[in-house]
């Protein structure tokens, strides 16, 4: 059978090249019982330099490390801090853990989401926001909690989504109606 090549992962995007590099460096070893961790620092610095990791980067790496699709995508799905869509250049995560919905994270969440037109998953069209929902990110003590990028917001109140994404807004350096 003749092997499909997907243009993305033929080296037309240069990530690609440091993706290599950074691979080759680790020498893996096919017998190596410490190979899990190589992959999951593999995951992260692929992150790194695409961003996410759609299903062409984890192919790409699956191949590399001679290992199923399905044990690079097992991975990926355990961990939080992976993800496999685009996220906005401000990403807001609403957590959905036990405490934090217990104290309304989903209203929250729908307060955000009408706020910037967009659903959890999404990025808006300028590429300026995107949603997700996360589990429990370990700061139960503050809930409800939202992490804008690497900032934690406790203890967050229906009706303060638009008063945050303001903050952003300004940080953008424009003005941009809320809807
Ligand atoms: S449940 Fe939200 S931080 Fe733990």
Redesign the pocket.
């Known amino acids: 059978m003749t092997e499909q090549k997907n243009p993305c992962c033929t080296g037309s995007n240069p990530g690609y090249a440091e993706l290599d590099t950074y691979i080759d460096a680790l020498k893996i070893d096919p017998r190596d019982p410490e190979r899990k961790e190589m992959l999951i620092m593999t995951l992260h610095k692929a992150q790194s330099i695409f961003g996410y990791l759609p299903s062409e980067v984890q192919k790409y790496v699956a191949n590399k490390f001679s290992i199923p699709h399905a044990d690079v995508s097992g991975v990926i799905s355990f961990y939080n801090y992976f993800h496999t869509t685009p996220k906005g250049k401000t990403n807001i995560s609403i957590?959905?853990?036990?405490?934090?919905?217990v104290n309304g994270?989903d209203k929250i969440l729908q307060d955000f989401e009408k706020a910037l037109g967009i659903k959890s998953g999404g990025v808006t069209e300028d590429g300026r926001f995107s949603i997700e929902s996360?589990?429990?990110?370990?700061?139960?003590?503050?809930?409800?909690?939202v992490l804008i990028n690497d900032h934690v917001y406790g203890k967050v109140k229906q009706g303060q989504a638009e008063k945050i994404i303001e903050q952003y807004l300004i940080e953008f350096g424009e003005e941009v109606e809320v809807q």
């Open positions: 957590c959905m853990g036990t405490a934090c919905y994270s996360l589990r429990c990110v370990g700061a139960c003590g503050l809930a409800p909690v």
